[in-house]
């Protein structure tokens, strides 16, 4: 990537912390975001936090698609971004007389998270949850500090006010009381009307009658008033209308939430106190956590914002997802809904399971604008006909591994609405036949021009099955991921899935299993998966070079041997080679 002359200059700029007083003095608000992106590639957290501390913006957004090569925000970097948005908050001060402060009012941080733990100090999705969280609630306690020390600092303003108007009067009274005749005749009076107020405040304040002096009795009367105003007033802080939230909140953060048990308290104390950080969900993963503590998270986050919910390791059961998906209808953007590993083992029948399966549906139905729908190892068969059939409208992704499909199932979703608007589509390790195989060749039919993504790793695909798939596959024009990985191919079954992907222009990645011959000794001769993925290999290199020298014979025939990447490697292949040219 090549640098610019802007960015190489804040990159000198940024790498000397002791100028930043003189730079920061004078630089226009125009070079702000360039002098950001060098402090936060060249992990700078103390300019960070100069830079976020004085955002002349209204937004600030961090994290999103990063380009090729550019690595994720460092931890520290992130940290002092956060330290900074509370400091703009509650610094009051005029910064110097050629700057105003922090006009952040939208701090964007989705898609800052990195999940790769390859890459060092990088922050992962708890991480910043649990950051940002602690944000809200340290930006929360620092305004109620500065509250209490504003309202100290004005009742000690009005109690020098009562004093010098206290002794004003009292000066008053004496010139009066110098006066002869007439003067003398008011003094009196003045005095009968003080005893007088002295018997009514020694009924009122029995706890006063040993102080003289009314300045002294008016003091300690409004001291007591104030004491109950404050009473009154936290008994009412909990109950706050929706528009003195909007009025409280000053800078509205936007994020991607991961959240599990040991998370969840500090997220519903951030999302549930009122203060002037808000914090708006933007794709929201949990795991492990109850139905009911999902349902109290689902209602204590802003409604407009949220596009996307995952679901992991959470024992839901059929009853928990029926009654969680009707919770999800009120968020307007929601069009993605991923649940992996949730507990709903339908091969067991067990008493009311029909019903909490019509609800389901029912609440499926309910999300109007779901496009990515996400299963994973729920183990429904036979019924994902009920399951879909009942959404509005297509969808696009669609992801079913570990499902135990049936070939009714494929049956369906082959002649259902949703085949020939699907973009992507997983069916891993559901074991594929003969009598599955019409239902799956006229799915890709219907989804040739739409198909950019194809996961049948584990299906149990043969050479002589694979071999009837091909010409189906040949004729996806859109496709640019093809997985095969963990499949019992022989090597002659992988030559010939090689010639087809190599004819298919668009593809960009192929995942291919291990050839048969590549394994020690004593497989059965259809493997599962499983099998094929704890076996081991064989310690000679002669089989696995003959394999990828056919293979580059193969791609180098096709003229692909540099746009398409044809590996065997199942945890080290980038994702990346999946999207769209830009």
């Known amino acids: ?30 070079l702000y975001r360039a002098l950001l992106d060098a402090a936060f590639s060249h992990c700078r957290p103390l300019a960070v936090g100069e830079l976020v501390q004085r955002w002349p913006e209204r937004k600030l957004t961090i994290g999103g698609s990063r380009k090729s090569g550019q690595c994720s925000p460092n931890r520290l970097c992130v940290q002092a971004l956060l330290l900074a948005v509370v400091r703009g908050l509650t610094d009051k001060s005029p910064i110097c007389a050629s700057h105003t402060r922090c006009c952040l009012q939208v701090l964007d941080l989705s898609g800052l998270q990195c999940e790769d733990v390859r890459v060092e100090d990088s922050m992962g999705g ?15 306690a620092a305004a109620s500090r500065a509250h209490r020390r504003d309202g100290e600092r004005e009742r000690k303003r009005g109690l020098e006010v009562e004093r010098e108007r206290g002794t004003i009067k009292r000066d008053r009274g004496s010139v009066g009381c110098g006066n002869s005749g007439e003067g003398s005749q008011g003094g009196h009076r003045v005095e009968e009307v003080g005893k007088m107020e002295c018997r009514t405040n020694e009924r009122t304040l029995p706890e006063v009658e040993s102080v003289k002096g009314v300045r ?9 008033t104030s004491s109950e105003v404050k009473s009154d007033n936290s008994s009412n802080n909990g109950r706050l209308c929706d528009q003195d939230w909007d009025e409280v909140v000053v800078v509205h953060v936007r994020a991607d939430l991961f959240i599990n048990s040991r998370s969840w308290e500090r997220v519903r104390d951030a999302l549930s106190q009122l203060g002037q950080l808000q914090l708006h969900c933007r794709y929201l993963r949990v795991e492990e956590l109850s139905a009911t503590s999902i349902a109290s998270l689902l209602g ?14 959470s024992s839901l059961g059929v ?51 779901l496009k990515r729908l996400c299963l994973t190892a729920l183990r429904l068969p036979g019924h994902l006909r009920l ?38 589509l997983d069916l891993s390790e559901n074991r594929l036949d003969e009598s599955s195989l019409p239902s799956l060749r006229r799915l890709l039919g219907q989804a040739e ?82 099998q094929l993925l704890d076996w081991p290999l064989l310690e000679e290199p002669e089989g696995r070079d003959l394999t990828l020298r056919l293979l580059d014979e193969v791609l180098n025939l096709k003229g692909r041997s540099r746009d398409l990447l044809v590996t065997s490697d199942l945890l080290n292949y980038s994702p990346d080679l999946t999207v769209d040219d830009t």
């Open 126 to 140: 708890w991480s910043l949850t649990v950051a940002l969280c602690s944000m809200v609630l340290q930006a929360r």
């Open 449 to 530: 021009s739409s198909m950019s993504q194809l996961s049948l790793c584990g299906c149990g695909l043969s050479d002589t099955l694979l071999g009837a798939l091909l010409p189906s596959l040949s004729c996806c024009r859109a496709l640019r991921s093809l997985r095969l990985a963990l499949n019992p191919l022989s090597r002659t079954g992988l030559l010939s899935l090689a010639h087809t992907a190599a004819g298919i222009p668009s593809l960009r990645l192929l995942l291919y299993p291990s050839p048969l011959e590549e394994y020690e000794p004593g497989l059965p001769a259809l493997p599962s998966s499983a």
């Open 216 to 224: 002294r009795r008016m003091e300690i009367q409004r001291r007591k």
């Open 387 to 424: 399951l879909l059939s009942s959404l509005s409208q297509p969808l696009e992704v669609l992801e079913l591994p570990y499902l135990c499909l049936t070939s009714t199932d494929l049956a369906y979703l082959s002649c259902s609405p949703h085949a020939s608007f699907l973009r992507e």
């Open 319 to 369: 009853s928990g997802l029926a009654m969680l998906l009707p919770l999800l209808a009120p968020f307007p953007q929601l069009h993605s809904l991923r649940l992996h590993y949730c507990n709903l083992d339908l091969q067991r029948t067990q008493p009311g399971q029909q019903g909490a399966l019509q609800d389901m549906s029912k609440g499926l139905g309910s999300l109007k604008r």
């Open 1 to 30: 990537m090549v640098l610019s002359l802007v960015n190489l200059c804040a990159r000198e700029v940024v790498s000397d912390h002791s100028s930043s007083p003189y730079w920061l003095s004078c630089v226009p608000r125009e």
């Open 300 to 313: 204590l986050l802003p409604q407009q914002d949220l596009l996307g919910v995952d679901i992991r390791y």
